[in-house]
Each structure stands twice: as C-alpha cells, then as structure tokens.
C-alpha cells in the first residue's frame, strides 16, 4: 500500500491553507517558496499512528551503501596499505589530477625533475640526481627505482604518510629489491616529516641477490613520538656508494584486518548495510581479473573514470572479504564498458565460487549509467537492449538465480531510455536502477542560500511521484515483476553553502530519503546510499577515521531494523518550492516535519524516523498510539543534529555531530519537541502480541 503525500499531511485532519511570499533575493526578485499551515509554526502538530489495512513490507535492502574506488575510498581509506605509488609507476594520474597534486604539494616538482614519480621525494634533494627510473625491470608492474648512493653518504627516497599512532605503534612492511652494487645493509625507517635527521623507527634489510627478492621489515614507534594527525615521513636509504633497484614498497599498521583498516571495519559493520554495492564510473572499464591472485604481482593502472591510481590490491576476493567482515552482502556491478557478456559472466562464476555457499543467486547491476557518454564505452541508446540482453542470458547460463539490475535512467530523463530496456523480453532482468546524485542548482535566479536548502531537502519528497512513473511504464511494458533499485543517491553543495553530502544538511537529506524510499517501499526494494566509504559514509583523514552526518542517519535507521509499514496522518505545516533545484523545481506540500512509522517483523518494537526539515523552528508534536494499542510506555529517543546545517565532522573533531540518545516516560499521548534541522528516531516496546 502506497501512502500519499495527501494522506501523510492532511489525512483525518481539516485545515486551512495560508500563503505567503517571501522574499529571499536581493535583485527584488521573489523565491518562489510558500507555507501552508493550519495554524502559527511554533504551535502543537498532531500525529497519530495507525495500521493500515494492506501490510506493506520495508525490505532491509532499502539500508544499502555503494563502494567505488574514487578519491581515497579505497586506497587511502578502507585499504590499510599506508603508500601511494608503491611501485614507482608512470602515468597513474590524469593531467587534471596531477595539477591538483602539484598545486597542492609544490615540493612535488622538485623530487619530478630528479626523476622521481608521484608522490616519491628525495631525502635530500641537494645531493642532486641519484635516482632514475628503469621500465622492463621491475618486481612488480612496468617500473622499478634505480638508487643510487654517495662513498660515505646516506642517499634515500621519502613518502610523507599520516599513521594511525592513536591506535597503533607498530608497522609491518616489505619491498623488492634488486642489488646493483654494495653490499651494505638497505635502511627502512619512519623520520619526523621534513625533519630526517630525527628518526623514530629504523630496520635494516640485507639484500645481496641480483635478481630480485622479497624482503620484510618490521617498524616500531614510541609512544609521544608522533602525535596524531601528524605527518611522517618513511625513507628507505642506501649508504657508500651502493646502488639498487627498489619496488613495490608496502607499509600497513600492524593490526590491519586481511589488508583492510580496522576503524573502517568497526565503523562499516555498524552501519547494519544488508547490501554492498562495487561499482560506479570506473566498473565500465575495470577488468576484474587484474584484482584477483597473488597482491604483489597485481599491476598498478589508470582508474579511467578518476584519473587516479588504480592499484589492484582491493580486488573482489578482497571486496568479499569486506563484505564477510561487516555483515554484508555483495551486489557487483559489471562491466558494460569495455568488457564483453562472456567476461561477465567468468566474474560471476568466480564471485559464486568464492563466496558463502558457492549456490550464486547474488545481485549483479548489468553497467553504470550506460546513457552517459563520460562512461567508458558507452553503448547507444539503440543498443542498450541487446548488450543488457546479452549479458542477462551469459550471466543466467552460469547462475539461473542471479538476480539482475538493468540500467535504467534518473528521474528526469527515464522515459525514451527506460523504453528500449523494456523492449527485453520479460524475465531479462528483474530490477531497472535509477541514480540521484544531484547538486543544489536553482532555477531562481540570484536565489538565497536558505531558498537553496529548502529546495534541497525538498528534493526527497518530489521524488515519490518520479518513482511510481518510473513504475508504471515498467508495468506498461508487461514487466509487472521488475521493480526499481536505486543504487546511487547524493546531494551535493557546489558553492559549500548549502546541502552537501559532507555535512548535517547532508545528514538530514539522508533522512528525508529513507523516509521517501520506507513509504515507496511498494515500487523501490533496494537503495544504496553514496557511499560506505567518503561522501556520505566513512571517512579518513590523517590517520584518523570517522563518520559523515549522514553515515550517522543511515546508521541508526538501518538499526532499528524497520520490517512493517504504519499509517502516519499529521497535521504538521509544510510548504511549496517552484523554480528550485533544475532537476525537480516544482514540489509541493512538502511536510516540516516528516514521520514515518513502522513495526519490528516480530511486532515487539515501534520506531518512528522522524525529520524536522525547519531550519530555525523547532515542532512541538504531540503523537496519538492510541491505534496501535500505546497508551504509555517508554521511548529510547536518539537525535541528530548540529549547530546548522553547514556542521561537519573532520578529522579534528570527529565526534561533532553524533547520535544523542535519551529515554523517557509517557503516559497517554507522547508530546515531543523536535529540533530543528533534526534527525530523530524513536523506539517504543509494543507489548506482546
């Protein structure tokens, strides 16, 4: 059963409309934002929760998150490996990238002149050019590092690394190295950054073989010596005058989890994700053998999407792994890019040969935003049908229980896109995706800030209606099995001054989506939330790990541990955007406050989610259980919240927006308070049924 937007505002309650024009710009011109109410803001809401005649289901599927290797998600982030560019390639960055690098590290141009690669520093850069590049000699990849000394000098390279010394002060590493010429020890160490001569962790490595050899080295720090969020500096050294080639430098604390960072791990197994989701841009030229076998000879690439590094060493029995680790289960996207239906498929056997009870039956996403010409390979609209075809019926020969999602087209544009997907004959695939990642671009012109976020987080509600069109031509089409997954999903800020996925205004657009896909739960059974790791999700800075305001959101809903659908009907204010956000600019009557109910599947547990989109105004609501047999109890209250919308957690205070949870008592209706620019969700004991 599909609960309207009438019904949540207005249902069993009359009231009067009041219109107002309110101007927000400063070239006279008027936002075209209004507020309906029945009486003043600041007066009481009244809400009542009851059970509607159709039971509709909320699958844990809607609470899914999405991993793509972009910024440091994955290298930098989940992957514990603390070097970049361990083995000395070429290449690695796009032009755009290393521009951003260099202006950003100006030191780096430097250590470039001297032959050295991204991100590599001489130790001493006065001591001139002792250093080149070799390509067909290497350990690993295309490129190793010739070193060369100095009689009676100590001549090295230097990588700046942030260490995770809160938690951890012993390193564990390894490198390849080739003698040219010496025999004196190879020196690895951890040095106080652009200081070397303080050094805090020594090893040495004896390295006499011309042919390449593995070497390990264990590194351990004191405590105080470098404090948190402190960079360092790790250098590897050869002294009189010998001379080596270097490659595939590693470096991971010593209490990484099968290569992956432990906070990360805690932090993602907590977020209760049903669902992973490996995909995105770089998945339509990603060539899923390169990240299987043996990690020291997996071969460093260009991410094409990204312009980053793709090193290979999260791959997909790491990305299994990961998934094992927090509870999870993998929805992969293929390759529709640049990879073929037989590759496709040769991924899928691998997947199901390696995962649970090798019986398959997982979710696999046929490409990624395949209407895009900035995806690699992109087919024509012409051709959409048949690859998605193709790659259905190889898939199915080697897993008849795959569970398919075809690529459907976002909210705005879906209609001539979805059309020729749906020329498949029925059974082709059994989900049509759609994305949202959108930024807070208005029609309005010169239009204020606040027009801006209200805009934004009206974004969740407008929605609803894009869905069940979406559905409705599917059914059209005789696809009456196939509903919608919604595997990206974003707001983005582009001036920083409004909703943005780093902040509590990103925060609270998390929580007006879940309440949107919890109502529609009837047409969207899975979503993924951008992403586990960076934008919304996880982050990693310095060493130091935490949550975004909406990696909170997430969490807590996803929690609860929502099962049943409840009837809400409330009288709360709300309000009407026109020329807002370009992609959805006209919503109407959306809700201040905006509730939605359900029970536990054992019907012990009632949770309300609960989002107060009023920047300034709290909403005094008083809540009437009556229906569903409450009339006293007591409520576990949680809420997220911040001084405004713009406040984000960072490396330095990662704690700065958080869930505060408190109980309290009732008696009779449950009178509540709900903050502004909030994120509340309650959980009441239902009694025993």
Not at 538 to 543: E, F, P, T, V, Y
Not at 556 to 562: I, L, M, V
Request: net charge negative; hydrophobic share 40%.
């Amino acid at each position: 059963m599909r609960l309207s937007r009438r019904s949540f505002s207005s249902a069993g309650f009359i009231f009067a409309t009041l219109t107002l024009a309110i101007n927000l710009s400063v070239s006279q011109a008027f936002a075209q934002m209004t507020e309906s109410t029945s009486s003043k803001p600041s007066q009481l809401i009244h809400v009542r929760i009851t059970r509607p005649a159709q039971v509709q289901v909320i699958p844990p599927t809607l609470f899914g998150s999405f991993l793509e290797p972009i910024g440091h998600s994955t290298y930098g982030g989940l992957w514990a490996e603390e070097v970049e560019n361990s083995s000395f390639e070429e290449g690695l960055w796009s032009a755009d990238n290393v521009a951003k690098l260099l202006q950003e590290r100006p030191e780096l141009r430097r250590a470039s002149s001297l032959g050295l690669p991204i991100p590599w520093q001489p130790l001493d850069s006065s001591q001139g050019n002792r250093y080149a590049p070799v390509r067909g000699d290497a350990a690993n990849s295309a490129q190793s590092l010739l070193i060369m000394a100095l009689p009676g000098k100590e001549v090295g390279i230097l990588q700046r690394v942030y260490l995770p010394v809160q938690r951890q002060f012993t390193y564990k590493g390894s490198l390849w190295i080739k003698r040219i010429r010496g025999q004196e020890p190879i020196s690895v160490s951890i040095r106080r950054h652009a200081h070397p001569e303080q050094t805090f962790g020594v090893a040495s490595v004896q390295a006499n073989s011309h042919d390449w050899s593995k070497l390990t080295f264990e590194l351990e720090l004191k405590a105080g010596q470098i404090a948190p969020l402190e960079p360092a500096d790790l250098v590897i050294s050869l002294s009189n005058d010998d001379r080596a080639l270097i490659d595939n430098v590693s470096l991971t604390p010593a209490d990484a989890i099968d290569g992956m960072d432990p906070d990360v791990i805690a932090m993602a197994r907590e977020l209760h994700s049903p669902i992973v989701r490996f995909g995105g841009n770089f998945t339509s030229a990603y060539d899923w053998k390169d990240g299987v076998g043996p990690i020291d000879k997996r071969v460093s690439k260009l991410n094409l999407s990204w312009g980053i590094p793709e090193y290979n060493t999260f791959g997909t029995d790491e990305f299994l792994r990961f998934c094992e680790l927090i509870g999870a289960q993998p929805q992969i996207a293929l390759n529709l890019g640049t990879g073929t239906p037989a590759q496709a498929a040769d991924w899928v056997s691998y997947v199901n040969s390696h995962w649970a009870d090798h019986k398959g039956g997982l979710l696999w996403e046929m490409g990624n935003e395949l209407w895009g010409d900035f995806q690699v390979g992109y087919p024509s609209k012409e051709r959409i049908a048949a690859v998605t075809r193709s790659t259905s019926e190889a898939v199915r020969k080697v897993d008849p229980a795959s569970v398919l999602i075809a690529t459907g087209g976002d909210e705005d544009f879906f209609t001539d896109w979805n059309a020729e997907q749906l020329k498949s004959p029925r059974g082709t695939f059994n989900f049509l995706s759609t994305h949202y990642v959108v930024s807070d671009d208005v029609q309005l012109p010169h239009a204020s800030n606040n027009f801006k976020s209200m805009a934004a987080l009206a974004l969740p509600w407008g929605l609803a209606d894009r869905m069940h069109a979406i559905q409705k031509q599917v059914n059209e089409a005789g696809h009456t099995d196939v509903r919608v997954a919604f595997t990206e999903w974003l707001m983005i800020s582009n001036s920083h001054a409004g909703l943005n996925f780093s902040n509590m205004g990103g925060g609270l657009f998390a929580g007006g989506f879940l309440n949107m896909l919890m109502r529609n739960s009837d047409v969207v059974s899975i979503s993924d939330m951008t992403g586990i790791i960076e934008f919304g999700g996880i982050w990693k800075k310095r060493g130091q790990v935490y949550g975004a305001p909406a990696y909170w959101v997430l969490r807590t809903y996803a929690g609860t541990h929502p099962h049943s659908l409840l009837a809400v009907a409330s009288d709360t204010p709300s309000y009407t955007i026109s020329k807002g956000v370009k992609r959805l600019p006209e919503i109407a009557d959306v809700p201040y406050l905006d509730i939605v109910a359900a029970e536990s599947e054992d019907r012990t547990k009632l949770i309300l989610f609960c989002l107060n989109r009023d920047l300034t105004r709290p909403a005094k609501a008083q809540i009437d259980l009556r229906a569903i047999g409450i009339t006293q109890g007591t409520a576990n209250v949680t809420v997220i919240g911040g001084e405004n919308i713009l406040a984000e957690n960072d490396e330095q205070d990662p704690q700065r927006i958080a869930p505060a949870s408190r109980t309290m008592q009732f008696a009779g209706d449950f009178d509540l308070t709900f903050a502004n620019a909030s994120v509340t969700v309650i959980e009441i004991p239902l009694a025993a049924r």
